[in-house]
């Protein structure tokens, strides 16, 4: 169960020290992808396939519409994701006004709404 957390590279080097992380994180979903295929339950239990979970941050600071768009487009439009609302400022965010917040309902919503109309997979 792999995470998309970023898609922006300056976002990814500003919060995690990892500018290559967007190239890096697509590169690695679409081998997963091919190595597993779509997910697969049977009896209410994964049985193989891939389920990717995505953390809405504040401000859309991990570019959000565009890691659903990724999903959707390049991987394939069945694609579980857990779109998570659990967005917590820790650590270092006190450093960073612009995620130093929890989300809003509107910033999940606005998300995870975007994920149902394309069509993806709403694991909870």
């Known amino acids: ?4 957390k ?9 919060y995690s020290s990892a500018q290559d992380y967007p190239e890096v994180m697509k590169a690695a979903l679409i081998e ?15 049985t193989q396939g891939l389920l990717v979970r995505h953390l809405v941050m504040p401000n859309n ?8 768009d990724f999903l959707a487009d390049e991987i394939s439009n069945n694609t579980y994701v857990n779109v998570m609302e659990q967005y917590r400022p820790t650590f270092k965010a006190h450093n960073y006004p612009e995620i130093n917040r929890h989300i809003t ?3 999940f919503d ?9 069509g993806l997979r709403l694991s909870t």
Do not use: C, F, T, W
């Open 1 to 4: 169960m792999p995470d998309a």
């Open 6 to 14: 970023y898609m922006n590279p300056v976002s990814s080097k500003k």
């Open 32 to 46: 997963m992808h091919r190595q597993v295929g779509d997910l697969k339950i049977k009896d209410g239990l994964a």
């Open 61 to 68: 600071i991990a570019g959000s519409i565009e890691i659903i």
């Open 105 to 107: 309902h509107e910033e």
């Open 110 to 118: 606005e998300v995870y709404q975007y994920a149902k109309e394309r």
